[in-house]
């Protein structure tokens, strides 16, 4: 098992950056895909971002448009999400999530394939 903690988080301008930090608990990450996912009040959860094993491939959702970097370091157990250009519209609590291996394989975009959650971290972009 393995138990995530989100930090990074914050309030910022229109046109900032911010880095969120995932950091892992327990079990190495190295067998996970790690993944992004934000949420606000009213909404299904949204996927963010996404993370192969070793790091070799990433993906993102169609609203990042080369704005966001998905990484991770495995030694150190923790995954990072560089944000910039950040919107207001990217107002957001931000949730890291690990996925075991399955029969299916991996499902990087999809939540409900993901096993382990963090309580999040919230970020505010003011216009």
């Known amino acids: 098992q393995v138990q995530l903690l989100e930090s990074g988080g914050g309030l910022v301008q229109a046109g900032d950056s911010l880095r969120l930090s995932c950091a892992a608990s327990g079990r190495s990450i190295s067998t996970y895909v790690m993944g992004w996912f934000r949420q606000t009040p009213g909404k299904e959860r949204e996927f963010v971002a996404a993370i192969s094993l070793s790091g070799g491939n990433t993906y993102y959702g169609d609203f990042v448009k080369g704005r966001f970097t998905i990484s991770r370091d495995n030694a150190k157990k923790t995954v990072y999400l560089q944000m910039n250009s950040l919107k207001p519209e990217d107002t957001a609590v931000y949730h890291c999530?690990?996925?075991?291996?399955?029969?299916?394989?991996?499902?990087?975009?999809?939540?409900?394939?993901?096993?382990?959650w963090g309580q999040g971290t919230q970020v505010t972009i003011s216009s």
């Open positions: 999530a690990a996925q075991r291996y399955g029969s299916g394989g991996y499902y990087y975009t999809s939540s409900a394939k993901y096993d382990y």
